[in-house]
């Protein structure tokens, strides 16, 4: 019976590390499937948000998607159909508004990283258009204009590019009817930050004298 076992043993022992290797690569196996899986899982749910926001039909956001895949960058295409979604949201349409659209908002936020914060590129684009930089310029130059110059006062200033960009969207309104321009904005935006004044805050005081000035004109010229 020892003599049995001893041979039980020794087999166990040949053969564990085969075993082994064959568990693992049916697990890795199993895991890798399960990724693709869910990999196409979610870039279906982002084509069929920009379906949704877009209005395209399910072959033009393919044909999309192939512009994408030829454009020159790293940003996964998950991350580009996020982009067309929100150029959705800001009411562009059209094949080439959209690619417009994606490459300067993939060049801002490769430019400026993880500074921007959430809903930056969809402030960024009411920007654009609500100066209408848009109808000036176009849909891409007008991004890139309006990112360039968060990006250089961001650089020239302690000011952060998140603060600068989440103020000068809560101002957009009154500036714009003030006559401001959008490099004015973020001017009154950098100096406000740099004395740590809250964005809330700065901007609903700003935008309080402003009123002021035009309700009571006289008084704040003498002031």
């Known amino acids: 019976n020892m003599f049995s076992l001893s041979k039980v043993a020794d087999g166990f022992n040949k053969y564990f590390g085969m075993v082994t290797a064959a568990i693992a690569s049916l697990t890795g196996i199993s895991f890798a499937m399960r990724k693709s899986v869910d990999d196409y899982a979610e870039m279906e749910e982002a084509m069929a948000n920009v379906r949704k926001y877009t209005g395209m039909t399910t072959e033009e956001v393919k044909d999309l998607n ?123 935006a950098s100096v406000l930050d740099q004395n740590m004044i809250q964005q809330e805050m700065a901007a609903t005081a700003l935008q309080t004298v402003m009123l002021g000035m035009y309700q009571k004109p006289a008084q704040f010229a003498k002031l």
């Open 66 to 188: 192939e512009e994408f895949k030829k454009m020159d960058t790293r940003t996964p295409r998950l991350e580009l159909n996020g982009l067309a979604a929100e150029a959705g949201k800001l009411g562009i349409t059209g094949k080439q508004n959209l690619i417009d659209f994606v490459e300067a908002a993939n060049t801002i936020k490769v430019a400026l990283g993880e500074d921007l914060g959430e809903d930056a590129i969809l402030n960024i684009g009411k920007l654009a258009n609500m100066f209408g930089e848009v109808e000036r310029s176009g849909i891409k130059n007008a991004m890139l204009a309006v990112g360039s110059a968060v990006n250089q006062v961001g650089q020239s200033s302690m000011a952060s590019e998140k603060y600068l960009v989440e103020f000068t969207a809560r101002m957009a309104g009154t500036a714009n009817q003030a006559g401001m321009s959008i490099s004015e904005i973020l001017g009154y």
